[in-house]
Nanobody, 120 residues
């Protein structure tokens, strides 16, 4: 079992910045691609950014140039630095990880979500 715990959400004014963190724990043998998704009210969950174990990144067009995803392998943690935030970035942000457990079971895990609100 792999647990993901997000932190760093909150209320910020337009143009401001936030940094989200997601720490993975549990019976982890390897962590593969990790990522951030978000879901705004009455909208479907959408990809924000992903990062592979080798460091390759992928971003939604709406956040390119403003958000940066990174990871710390030693800490099993993925980060999302969000700059120049806009009201349309308001959503619950979810961490996602593709992992191999110590029982050699491949699984995809989700965090509980953290609220990001961009408003003046």
């Amino acid at each position: 079992q792999v647990q993901l715990v997000e932190s760093g959400g909150g209320l910020v004014q337009p143009g401001g910045s936030l940094r989200l963190s997601c720490a993975a724990s549990g019976s982890i043998l390897s962590l593969y691609t990790m990522g951030w998704y978000r879901q705004a009210p009455e909208k479907a969950r959408e990809l924000v950014a992903t990062i592979t174990s080798g460091g390759s990144t992928n971003y939604a067009d709406s956040v390119k140039g403003r958000f940066t995803i990174s990871r710390d392998g030693a800490k099993n943690t993925v980060y999302l630095q969000m700059n120049s935030l806009k009201p349309e970035d308001t959503a619950v942000y979810y961490c996602n990880a593709d992992a191999l457990s110590v029982r050699f079971t491949r699984m995809t895990s989700w965090g509980q979500g953290t609220q990001v609100t961009v408003s003046s």
